[in-house]
């Protein structure tokens, strides 16, 4: 018999492009840059996004949510994707999603949706990304 994770709720937050925001104890910055901009890391998103004036909320996932992974043609349940990185049972309620218009386009742990993959042709790019923060 499997056991379930854990549960963990926090409210979500919104966050617009050029702000932070805390959330779990975390601070998530978001900020937009003109045309196409990307660099390779997982524990960031760069998102294609068609207009400057987003809303991005960031929350815990939930049962069934599903991501279509870049280079993946189908959906992937988050349960298997933060299995597939390996992110411990016990950490994966308090991991965090990144919506655009009602689309999971990130979760963190994880990867991007390739539905917001940056292409020479993205208008804007859209980087969320957790702040360090000092230790006390």
């Known amino acids: 018999m499997r056991r379930r994770a854990g549960t963990h709720a926090c409210p979500s937050v919104a966050l617009k492009p050029g702000s932070s925001q805390l959330f779990c104890e975390r601070r998530f910055r978001a900020e937009l840059v003109a045309g196409a901009a990307f660099e390779k890391r997982t524990d960031e998103a760069w998102l294609a996004v068609g207009r400057p004036d987003l809303e991005i909320v960031l929350r815990h996932p939930r049962r069934g949510d599903r991501l279509r992974p ?44 390739e539905s917001f993959r940056v292409t020479e042709r993205t208008p804007y790019t859209l980087h969320i990304f957790e702040e360090a923060t000092e230790a006390t």
Not at 77 to 95: E, G, I, N, T, Y
């Open 70 to 113: 870049f280079g993946m043609a189908a959906d992937v349940l988050l349960s298997d994707l933060f299995a597939a990185h390996r992110v411990p049972r016990a950490r994966r309620p308090r991991a965090v999603v990144a919506e655009l218009d009602g689309e999971i386009a990130w979760a963190c742990p994880g990867r991007s949706s």
